[in-house]
């Protein structure tokens, strides 16, 4: 019954859409229409589509993070044995940042990923993973509180950049590369500011440092306020205080 007392017309719903007296009679519900035909399936395949999919990593790589707290995104090799030492540094590195109020970001895989995300986990902090599609597929580690897979790396890389305050490098391969050296452009053309990116490791690390240090800053393709972009440490304090001091440097600005 209605509030003056006359009868309520029958109704149907349509997700969040009521339809009332005649508009009500449907020959098919949409679930019916979408499930009981294929039809052509090239549309899937087509750019409009694929922007609506990139679109929709977007969408909830935003929802998804947007209340995740100040974090530092940890980079490494999904190769590193558990019972490597890179693997140990990446969970005292993991564990460190925890302690020190940072959530932890990493693409989610194995190895020195997941050790990072581990010490985090362990050590009370909030862990995130954001795995990438691939070939050779990994899945989540078991250590990740929040994961987010994505089909496309350019949407992943805008999610490590935008809700980090710094990165870590662990010795990585391609990857691990892709993200350094991405980080570094995108800090000296100015896109992102009070970004400090820390290689973690001398024994890895020196012989590129050195290559750029020697070739290409000699050389003249960049100054020495780009070389200062990077520290080179061994030390997990030493990365951790780096990464402070970036995070009050960025909140005086602000």
């Known amino acids: 019954m209605t509030a003056n007392g006359g009868k309520r017309p029958e109704e149907k719903h349509r997700g969040p859409v009521v339809l009332r ?7 098919t519900t949409t679930d019916e229409r979408l499930l009981d035909s294929r039809g052509p399936s090239d549309w899937v395949h087509t750019d409009p589509w694929r922007v609506l999919r990139i679109q929709a990593e977007f ?53 020195s990923m997941e050790a990072a995300n581990r010490g985090c986990s362990e050590a009370g902090g909030f862990s995130v993973g954001l795995g990438i599609e691939l070939p050779f597929e990994h899945g989540l580690n078991d250590w990740v509180d929040l994961g987010i897979n994505f089909r496309y790396f ?3 890389k805008t999610m490590f950049v935008k809700y980090s305050q710094a990165f870590v490098c662990l010795p990585g391969g391609f990857g691990t ?20 990116v820390v290689l973690l490791g001398k024994d890895y690390w020196q012989g590129l440092y050195d290559w750029i240090a020697k070739t290409v800053l000699e050389g003249g393709k960049i100054g020495e306020k780009d070389l200062a972009l990077l520290h080179l440490t061994d030390d997990v304090d030493d990365a951790v205080k780096v990464v402070h001091e970036a995070y009050r440097a960025w909140e005086d600005a602000h």
């Open 21 to 27: 007296r005649e508009h009500r009679n449907e020959p």
């Open 59 to 111: 969408v909830e790589g935003f929802g998804a993070l947007a209340e995740l707290p100040r974090a530092v995104t940890v980079f490494g090799s999904a190769r590193t044995p558990r019972d490597h030492p890179e693997y140990q540094q990446g969970r005292d590195l993991g564990a460190a940042l925890a302690q020190n109020g940072f959530a932890v970001i990493t693409g989610g895989g194995p190895g």
């Open 154 to 156: 350019f949407a992943r």
């Open 177 to 196: 590369l892709d993200e350094l050296f991405e980080a570094l452009t995108l800090v000296q053309t100015k896109k992102v500011t009070k970004f400090p």
